[in-house]
């Protein structure tokens, strides 16, 4: 291999992943092992940690064995997840296959003309929405390929479809309004109010000022990349327009027929959205509903077009086949927390961060829970798991360094969400779906990121400054 070969390297998201696995396995052998109690809280129906009672354990080292076993049984942990991917991308794969998809953006195009870049804030705006209040993200993950072919037909890229609706819903679900999955439970556990006039307000102040920046950058890149192509972060990249090849044209896009089949299959879709919110607003549903839904609807939509049980069949299998890539990713990336979970290492490195906090000045304790619980999500990317171990233990820190407990709330909740669109544990789930190495994700995102860090800090302490 040539020099010039190794500068423009760069590794499959499958080896980065399993190069942290293998890290993590490394730490186990080096960072302490420890654990907090928990007790039960029959209230909440959760287990919480007992704030202060961590206490180093006997070292429990991750070996050989138990590295190569990580994968496996991160499959199996991941397995909810992985398949919700597989039955969601069989149904879009209908919608696409099908031209229902290219029929509907030809009619945006034909409706919208010049101003086909309002697409983006729309739809941004309603992940975001569904984000903010009843605590939407993973449900979204089978809209990314739909919005892809959207994006492309409108002459961006990939990237761009894909930031829509993820960087759309994580956003909006880090900067929750009324989140049940994250400041609901961290409101509880930290014993606060989750609605007060003055919160609420503050907080949807936040989701606004967090919601049009993430958008704003979105479209100043598609803007710019769709003048000048090269500018991409995909330009040059082979896989760029993989999965896109029989998509056609925009001109072919913008004269494609929007036959009554395509209007009832799309219909079909927007029953599906209408059933899985009101589903998981008022029962409950997560993903095993949800694929369940995802897989009724594939096979009403194939009915509609008149295909065959085989074809149905085959629907299928093509469609799952095409989101292989990520739903293993899923599996595979979940390893990291079997590894540090099976060394005991996880508790130790909440503890030692919520210990740096404690000491830290007045003037800055406030913004170093919101570093806290950024680093705390590599380790913890459940926003829920998280509540239940970082609360416990923050919200007396809180008391102790003065800070109210609401604002050990707020810290949570933007370290909680805006850092999934940064950890590899967490975006590359992502990026498999999308179909886009890590290191492009990174060259997009990373300046995004690097502002809403430096907004997470600003109204952090205007929150301490208000009285929160």
Same mark, same amino acid.
Request: negative net charge; aromatic residues 10%.
């Given at each position: 291999? %040539?020099?010039?070969?190794?500068?423009?390297?760069?590794?499959?998201?499958?080896?980065?992943?399993?190069?942290?696995?293998?890290?993590?396995?490394?730490?186990?052998?080096?960072?302490?092992?420890?654990?907090?109690?928990?007790?039960?809280?029959?209230?909440?129906?959760?287990?919480?940690?007992?704030?202060?009672?961590?206490?180093?354990?006997?070292?429990?080292?991750?070996?050989?064995?138990?590295?190569?076993?990580?994968?496996?049984?991160?499959?199996?942990?991941?397995?909810?997840?992985?398949? @919700?991917?597989?039955?969601?991308?069989?149904?879009?794969?209908?919608?696409?296959?099908?031209?229902?998809?290219?029929?509907?953006?030809?009619?945006?195009?034909?409706?919208?003309?010049?101003?086909?870049?309002?697409?983006?804030?729309?739809?941004?705006?309603?992940?975001?929405?569904?984000?903010?209040?009843?605590?939407?993200?993973?449900?979204?993950?089978?809209?990314?390929?739909?919005?892809?072919?959207?994006?492309?037909?409108?002459?961006?890229?990939?990237?761009?479809?894909?930031?829509?609706?993820?960087?759309?819903?994580?956003?909006?679900?880090?900067?929750?309004?009324? %989140?049940?999955?994250?400041?609901?439970?961290?409101?509880?556990?930290?014993?606060?109010?989750?609605?007060?006039?003055?919160?609420?307000?503050?907080?949807?102040?936040?989701?606004?000022?967090?919601? $049009?920046?993430?958008?704003?950058?979105?479209?100043?890149?598609?803007?710019?990349?769709?003048?000048?192509?090269?500018?991409?972060?995909?330009?040059?990249?082979?896989?760029?327009?993989?999965?896109?090849?029989?998509?056609?044209?925009?001109?072919?896009?913008?004269?494609?027929?929007?036959?009554?089949?395509?209007?009832?299959?799309?219909?079909?879709?927007?029953?599906?959205?209408?059933?899985?919110?009101?589903?998981?607003?008022?029962?409950?549903?997560?993903?095993?509903?949800?694929?369940?839904?995802?897989?009724?609807?594939?096979?009403?939509?194939?009915?509609?077009?008149?295909?065959?049980?085989?074809?149905?069949?085959?629907?299928?299998?093509?469609?799952?086949?095409?989101?292989?890539?990520?739903?293993?990713?899923?599996?595979?990336?979940?390893?990291?927390?079997?590894?540090?979970?099976?060394?005991?290492?996880?508790?130790?490195?909440?503890? $030692?961060?919520?210990?740096?906090?404690?000491?830290?000045?007045?003037?800055? %304790?406030?913004?170093?829970?919101?570093?806290?619980?950024?680093?705390?999500?590599?380790?913890?990317?459940?926003?829920?798991?998280?509540?239940?171990?970082?609360?416990?233990?923050?919200?007396?820190?809180?008391?102790?360094?003065?800070?109210?407990?609401?604002?050990?709330?707020?810290?949570?909740?933007?370290?909680?969400?805006?850092?999934?669109? @940064?950890?590899?544990?967490?975006?590359?789930?992502?990026?498999?779906?999308?179909?886009?190495?890590?290191?492009?994700?990174?060259?997009?995102?990373?300046?995004?990121?690097?502002?809403?860090?430096?907004?997470?800090?600003?109204?952090?302490?205007?929150?301490?400054?208000?009285?929160?």
């Amino acid at each position: 291999m %040539n020099k010039k070969e190794k500068k423009g390297w760069s590794p499959n998201p499958y080896v980065l992943i399993v190069l942290i696995v293998l890290l993590c396995t490394i730490a186990t052998w080096i960072v302490p092992a420890g654990n907090f109690e928990r007790a039960y809280d029959e209230e909440l129906g959760r287990e919480l940690v007992v704030a202060g009672s961590y206490q180093e354990t006997e070292q429990t080292p991750v070996g050989i064995k138990g590295f190569l076993e990580s994968i496996f049984n991160g499959f199996y942990d991941a397995a909810d997840i992985i398949f @919700f991917i597989l039955f969601a991308a069989a149904y879009v794969n209908v919608l696409s296959e099908k031209g229902a998809l290219n029929a509907l953006t030809g009619m945006l195009l034909r409706k919208l003309g010049d101003k086909d870049v309002l697409i983006i804030p729309a739809f941004m705006l309603l992940f975001g929405l569904g984000g903010t209040t009843f605590g939407m993200f993973e449900e979204t993950y089978a809209l990314i390929p739909a919005f892809m072919v959207i994006a492309i037909a409108l002459g961006y890229d990939r990237v761009v479809g894909g930031a829509i609706v993820f960087v759309g819903v994580a956003t909006g679900f880090a900067a929750a309004t009324l %989140n049940p999955f994250t400041i609901g439970i961290a409101s509880a556990v930290a014993e606060v109010e989750l609605v007060t006039p003055k919160l609420l307000a503050f907080r949807i102040v936040c989701f606004i000022l967090f919601e $049009a920046l993430a958008i704003a950058y979105v479209m100043r890149y598609a803007k710019k990349i769709r003048k000048d192509p090269t500018k991409s972060v995909m330009y040059g990249d082979p896989n760029a327009l993989q999965g896109m090849e029989g998509m056609g044209s925009k001109e072919e896009i913008m004269q494609s027929e929007f036959s009554n089949q395509h209007k009832l299959a799309l219909l079909g879709f927007v029953v599906l959205l209408v059933v899985m919110i009101a589903g998981i607003i008022l029962e409950g549903w997560y993903l095993t509903e949800i694929a369940t839904l995802f897989l009724v609807f594939m096979v009403i939509t194939c009915l509609i077009y008149r295909l065959s049980s085989n074809e149905i069949a085959e629907m299928f299998v093509a469609g799952a086949k095409s989101a292989l890539f990520g739903a293993m990713l899923v599996g595979v990336a979940r390893g990291v927390s079997i590894v540090m979970t099976d060394g005991n290492i996880i508790d130790t490195c909440v503890n $030692a961060l919520a210990n740096v906090v404690s000491t830290l000045p007045a003037s800055v %304790n406030a913004i170093g829970m919101v570093v806290v619980q950024n680093l705390v999500n590599f380790f913890i990317p459940s926003g829920s798991g998280q509540a239940v171990v970082t609360m416990p233990i923050l919200a007396p820190v809180a008391d102790l360094i003065g800070q109210s407990r609401e604002v050990a709330v707020i810290a949570y909740q933007f370290g909680d969400g805006f850092s999934n669109m @940064f950890w590899p544990t967490a975006v590359a789930t992502e990026c498999g779906i999308m179909g886009i190495g890590l290191n492009k994700w990174y060259k997009f995102i990373t300046p995004l990121f690097g502002m809403i860090f430096l907004l997470q800090c600003i109204l952090i302490v205007i929150a301490v400054a208000i009285g929160l």
